[in-house]
DNA sequence: CCTACCGATCGGTAGG
DNA sequence: CCTACCGATCGGTAGG
């Protein structure tokens, strides 16, 4: 049948997503320093100076998988959000987004790369991604008011947003596929955790 | 006065211990692969082959480094819970001196080191590693069914644990000593956050 | 994107 | 612990 769809489309500009994409699962796994151009070029089936065709350095390409994992949880949480119901129904979606990339098999590896390997970059390219950090925290601090608005949380300060953070992020440590736990369920009981008791 | 004290002792058999501490703090600026043999010696004041006269290998300089974290933790939260009192006087004890294990300027550099470069170990020191973990780990999971059995938790499953190691090991990507905010006052916000309101 | 290559650096060792 | 060194590997480039 369409046997042949795959080979055809082997010269498209979707080359350096591949590389990218490599990029993230070689970082994530070995960490950023461990991981040769060469390792990553006999993972997209290149010779070892052919990535450089599409990168000008390694930093970069740490910064384009970095870069790319910021975007994809930031649009993922913001549609969340922006899906409305009531404070805690925003927080519930939100804490669903979030955890579905960071521990979902196709987004991971970004994530992780986001997560432990950015303080490899230079000053210029980390200045860019915390802006753009603080730009999705500022997200989860309007969240966590509108829960102390409405009662269902006693402190909305930043530490306790960064508690919610580090709740969140370190999933990555633990949480495996086979685990037993869905996304669904640990999701669910990091709100129970956090919020009040429902009323009723 | 005691002007040669410090060069007297230059030959005790601390010189790995120097080592040790030095190669803690470069592992956890720059990460452990990208932290060279070379860049170890010259902060100790030694010739780039003279570390390999005290350990055989660089992965067994992190296993030192990574185990020398792991148990000065242990060691702390283990005394705090040993004090005694009410479940929440225990636990806020043991939020405490984990805190401070993994904020204070001494001992950072191996709690960082502990939590971002242990995956570079090879199987077998990774696998002792583990056990000292999990070791650890049971002594807040017991702290928190005794919460529980107090009235002052809702859940104490094994996720909430992982939710309170990941709250409590992220402040080391946040806090800084001159951020306003004492390590005694994270340790209370955390405290407040998890725990029921106190009866009274 | 491949071929062929370069200078630099790395972990580790022998021999004292 | 120092001196002197080795083989291997690395990021990156010129020239096609």
Redesign the pocket.
Known sequence: MAASRKSLI??EPN??A??VRAASRLFADKGY?A?????I?RA???????P?????????MLLAVVLEGMATISRAVGAAAAQGGTPREIFDAMLLAHLEQLLAEDGRHFAATLLHESHHLEAAALAELIEQKDAYEALWQKALRELRRAGDIADDSHVTRLFLMGALNWTVQWYHPKGGRSVRQIARQLSDLLLNPKSR
Do not use: L
Request: aromatic share 10%; proline share 0%.
């Open positions: 082997k010269d080359r350096r591949e590389i320093s991981t040769t151009i060469r390792d070029a997209v089936d290149m010779q070892s100076g052919s450089f065709y599409h990168f000008r350095t390694k930093h970069d």
